[in-house]
């Protein structure tokens, strides 16, 4: 089983919907949860870090499941400069600061 | 906020040349860099881990005589990837820490390896 699990997509929505994303980890150890966004041929970008009780920024939720070793990301009103990639990322107890594991990343297409 | 500057952005080169990626940390100090590669539609990957004044430590599978890592000041990592071949063509990014987490990371650079 791979250590960080994302659907793949395309998720292609129209502008102005509601788009939700999932990612599952193996590793009950995992201490640190981030969503990351990345454009084609881009570095990834931080979008935000997920929280237990769960956090909001604007128009992104992003919600922790420790129990179920599960996270989402919740995106209202899509805009056409939301269409990235979305990488789900997790930092395991024990690992170098820097062994974040990345998910193979979810596509985002909106549309007109 | 923290700004990790990657250079070059895209490099192309015969096969069995040796390429050098900087990894610059410009507006803070960095005692730890990181080198990660993606592989077209794959995850990003670490490849090792870059320490101001040591050694560098690599992931397990990560051919340390062929990913040279110098990390000589606390705001410049390199990585050199010696006698290039056309698998070794990917994405690469460095990324630092200001502090704590979370990681900011370089624009990357695409080696293409002829």
């Known amino acids: 089983r791979k250590e960080v699990e994302q659907d793949p997509g395309p998720f292609n929505v129209p502008e102005g919907a509601t788009v939700a994303f999932n990612c599952t980890y193996s590793?009950?150890?995992?201490?640190?949860f981030f969503w990351y966004r990345q454009d084609c041929r881009k570095e990834p970008k931080l979008l935000m870090s997920?929280?237990?009780s769960g956090n909001e920024d604007g128009r992104f939720t992003a919600q922790l499941n420790r129990a179920s070793q599960y996270i989402s990301l919740l995106i209202r009103d899509s805009k056409l400069s939301d269409s990235a990639t979305y990488l789900c990322?997790?930092?395991?107890?024990?690992?170098?600061?820097?062994?974040?594991?990345f998910g193979k990343g979810t596509k985002l297409s909106v549309k007109p | 906020g923290a700004v990790v500057s990657q250079h070059p952005s895209w490099v192309i080169c015969k096969s069995g040349t040796s390429v050098k990626i900087e990894c610059r940390s410009l507006?803070?100090?960095?005692?730890?860099m990181f080198w990660y590669r993606q592989f077209p539609k794959q995850s990003l990957m670490l490849m090792a881990t870059?320490?101001?004044?040591?050694?560098?430590?690599?992931e397990q599978g990560v051919e340390k005589d062929k990913f040279l890592i110098n990390h000589a000041s606390l705001t410049l990592s390199t990585l050199t990837v010696t006698s290039a071949h056309p698998e070794d063509s990917s994405f690469y990014i460095c990324?630092?820490?200001?502090?704590?987490?979370?990681?900011?990371f370089g624009d990357g650079t695409r080696l293409s390896i002829l």
């Open positions: 990324s630092a820490l200001p502090g704590a987490l979370p990681q900011h």
């Open positions: 590793n009950s150890a995992s201490q640190s």
């Open positions: 997920v929280y237990s």
């Open positions: 990322v997790v930092r395991s107890y024990g690992g170098s600061q820097g062994n974040l594991i």
């Open positions: 507006d803070f100090q960095a005692t730890t």
């Open positions: 870059s320490n101001e004044g040591s050694k560098a430590t690599y």
